[in-house]
């Protein structure tokens, strides 16, 4: 599976982006998917996960009211909707696919990762 995650840029704090990440192949609605990112200096972290039918979904406490994760198997894309944007939601985040077991809780073990979007909140 590759993906590609798009949707990133600047933006003002307050504001909203939609990330989205379109997987290659026909077996994407095999994996739970899921967002990372990465601050500058930072470790990755977990941002967002959804299950294989999009049935349930899992947030980050930072993330919680604020960002919503979506699949659409038809177009083999998941999104991730963010609103009110902060300055320190600033990073390259990245999405990812598991084909099983856990993927909402450490080590998020992921089977295959995109190349990142960098959004960058200005204050």
């Known amino acids: 599976v590759q993906l590609q995650a798009s949707g990133g840029g600047l933006v003002q704090a307050g504001g909203s982006l939609r990330l989205s990440c379109a997987a290659s192949g026909r077996t994407f609605r095999s994996y739970a998917m899921g967002w990372f990112r990465q601050a500058p200096g930072k470790e990755r972290e977990f941002v967002a996960a959804i299950s294989w039918t999009g049935g349930a979904t899992y947030y980050a406490d930072s993330a919680k009211g604020r960002f919503f994760i979506s699949r659409d198997n038809a177009k083999n894309t998941v999104y991730l909707q963010m609103n009110s944007l902060k300055p320190e939601d600033t990073a390259v985040y990245y999405c990812?696919?598991?084909?099983?077991?856990?993927?909402?809780?450490?080590?998020?073990?992921?089977?295959?990762w995109g190349q990142g979007t960098l959004v960058t909140v200005s204050s």
């Open positions: 990812a696919a598991k084909s099983s077991g856990n993927y909402y809780d450490p080590p998020y073990d992921y089977d295959y």
